[in-house]
């Protein structure tokens, strides 16, 4: 089957060299443009840029692509059977979206509809589900609105972080999508019920509001693995909270104790969580034992 893809980053890894190595005739690979690597160093292209070339693939990296006639018409000139996008970063317009004859499938890290939006897997541990699951949807103009192809559900397990779940779902992902280009099942329209969105994450929702349960924070730790990660000050130092674990137990100190030398701290509704590793900025991470000791923390200490 002739098909162009778009994605960038690595969810979008594996479904990019299945389509390839299942002998799909991938003419066009689009992905974001190479950004900057972080202290300054040269630029660094993205997880898909990086596999496509690998496998010999032509790549694309338009840095928009509304309002675009001359990357529409090239678009369309291709001649595709169908194009797969996986979490690619920019808004495919509508010219883009009809040109292939069976259009754009799209595979999204939830069960459509429950989380819509850029950070599906983050949301469904920071909301507690018990599973989540790969949707394959023809795209329209709407966000994350199409009709639905295929799903398959996937457990959340009590201890599963995004990193975990993001790698688990981008194996089902692309193994999924092969099964939509190969038996080009029905596309049924969403619910209109059910809708959730997961909005785009930045490193300021990883602050911990201990006031919050501890079951709650414990789901935050877990969801914002490896990104935009949990974040804590003592004293002058914000510090990063790696790992984290609820203790059935009770106590009545104010948010944010430490209540031993171990690592026990008081959260809201009179919760107990138990830090497990943390990390001092331009440290390596440690364990809380080692990480107390280190900063001669104790009982009464505050975190905020």
Not at 208 to 235: L, N, Y
Request: charged share 25%.
């Amino acid at each position: 089957m002739r098909l162009a893809f778009f994605g960038s980053p690595d969810f979008a890894v594996p479904a990019l060299c299945g389509l390839a190595k299942a002998g799909h005739e991938i003419v066009a690979v689009y992905c974001q443009p190479p950004k900057p690597a972080e202290r300054g160093l040269k630029e660094t292209k993205c997880a898909v840029q990086r596999a496509a070339e690998a496998l010999g693939l032509p790549v694309r990296t338009p840095t928009r692509l509304r309002a675009q006639a001359e990357e529409h018409r090239f678009f369309a000139s291709l001649g595709l059977d169908a194009a797969v996008v996986a979490a690619y970063g920019l808004i495919l317009p509508k010219p883009m979206l009809e040109a292939p004859q069976r259009g754009c499938l799209n595979i999204h890290a939830s069960l459509l509809p429950r989380w819509r939006g850029a950070a599906p897997i983050q949301a469904a541990i920071l909301a507690g589900d018990a599973e989540t699951g790969v949707t394959i949807m023809r795209m329209d103009e709407g966000l994350d609105t199409g009709p639905i192809l295929l799903r398959e559900v996937v457990p959340i397990g009590p201890r599963d972080t995004a990193a975990i779940l993001h790698d688990r779902l981008a194996e089902v992902g692309a193994r999924l999508v092969l099964r939509a280009l190969t038996e080009n099942p029905p596309a049924i329209p969403q619910p209109a019920e059910g809708a959730t969105y997961a909005p785009k994450l930045s490193r300021t929702d990883g602050v911990i509001d201990w006031t919050r349960p501890a079951q709650e924070i414990d789901r935050k730790v877990r969801a914002f693995d490896p990104w935009p990660s949990t974040t804590a000050r003592i004293g002058t130092e914000t510090v990063k909270i790696l790992a984290t674990e609820p203790v059935e137990e009770r106590c009545k100190a104010e948010p944010g104790t430490l209540l031993d030398e171990v690592g026990r701290i008081a959260c809201g509704d009179g919760t107990v969580l138990r830090l497990l590793r943390l990390q001092r900025p331009g440290r390596a991470a440690q364990d809380a034992g080692a990480f107390l000791r280190g900063l001669r923390l104790g009982p009464g200490a505050r975190f905020s």
